[in-house]
């Protein structure tokens, strides 16, 4: 059975060494709001069941912050989904070897279908696929690439047997802006495989609306801006999605 509660997902991206949140996505536009561990524990302590962790210099390819990233996710004693960077065996088994609970890729759906058929096929469920989208056309490398359409790549995942997806609609992302609630009904429509929705939650009323997306196949959201800007505490938001 599907949870019928929308898991939240409170999202630490790591930029050289800060905890920091951008706006589309764009390079350079980083707040910074101090130590990863110390936002990460603060969203453990105030009832996370997920973190969503990112490697941003990883995913840019201006570096890496592994070593740091690994250390949060062993001080965790909640599940955490990790991104940026995961692009070849060698950065899938560190990654994998974090403890994790699972990975999400980007840029290599996009450019690696072969090895990413592989991966799905021997991890299983310890693999999603970010779809990061601008309009309809699917970003990789930092998302400053196109990589395709986003429902020909959803076909083929969803051929290979991938888990679930994590789908940004990066006009949104970091804009409190509100969710792009209709990209995500026609992602949801297009496939049976649950959905993480990703960038624009603003407000509990948000939250509520994504929570209504549950029967349709929205299992989590990732939140923010909203939760480092205090558009509502991580407590507020939990009741506001159990049901
Ligand atoms: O989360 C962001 O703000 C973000 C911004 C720009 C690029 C990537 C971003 N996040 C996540 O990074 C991974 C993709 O990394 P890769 O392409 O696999 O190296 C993906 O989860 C994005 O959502």
């Known amino acids: 059975m599907p949870p019928s509660t929308l898991e939240l997902l409170p999202a630490v991206d790591v930029r050289d060494g800060q905890a920091v949140r951008l706006v589309h996505g764009e390079s350079g536009t980083e707040t910074s709001y101090g130590d990863p561990l110390q936002a990460a524990v603060t969203w453990q302590e105030a009832g996370a069941e997920w973190l969503h ?19 949060v996710v062993r001080a965790m004693d909640i599940k955490v989904e990790l991104s940026g960077g995961i692009r070849d065996d060698a950065s899938l ?4 070897a974090t403890g994790c609970t699972r990975v999400n890729l980007g ?16 991890h299983g469920d310890r693999i999603a696929v970010g779809l990061d989208v601008r ?7 930092g998302w400053t690439r196109d990589g395709g359409d986003l429902y020909e790549t959803l076909e083929r995942l969803d051929r290979e047997g991938c888990a679930r997806y994590v789908v940004t609609d990066i006009a949104k992302d970091g804009t409190l802006q509100g969710p792009n609630l209709q990209l995500l009904k026609e992602v949801c429509a297009a496939t049976d495989r649950p959905v993480v929705a990703s960038g624009g939650v603003s407000s509990l009323a948000d939250l509520r609306a994504l929570a209504d ?12 801006k909203a939760l480092y800007a205090k558009a509502f505490t991580l407590q507020e938001a939990l009741a506001a999605v159990a049901r």
């Open 53 to 71: 962790l990112v490697d941003l210099d990883a995913a840019f390819g201006t570096g890496d912050n592994r070593e740091q990233i690994a250390g």
């Open 93 to 96: 088994a560190a990654a994998l």
């Open 107 to 122: 840029t290599a759906a996009l450019e690696s279908p072969q090895w990413v058929a592989r991966i799905i096929a021997e």
């Open 135 to 141: 309009g309809t056309t699917l970003r990789g490398r």
């Open 213 to 224: 997306l549950v029967p349709a196949g929205v299992e989590g959201a990732i939140v923010g």
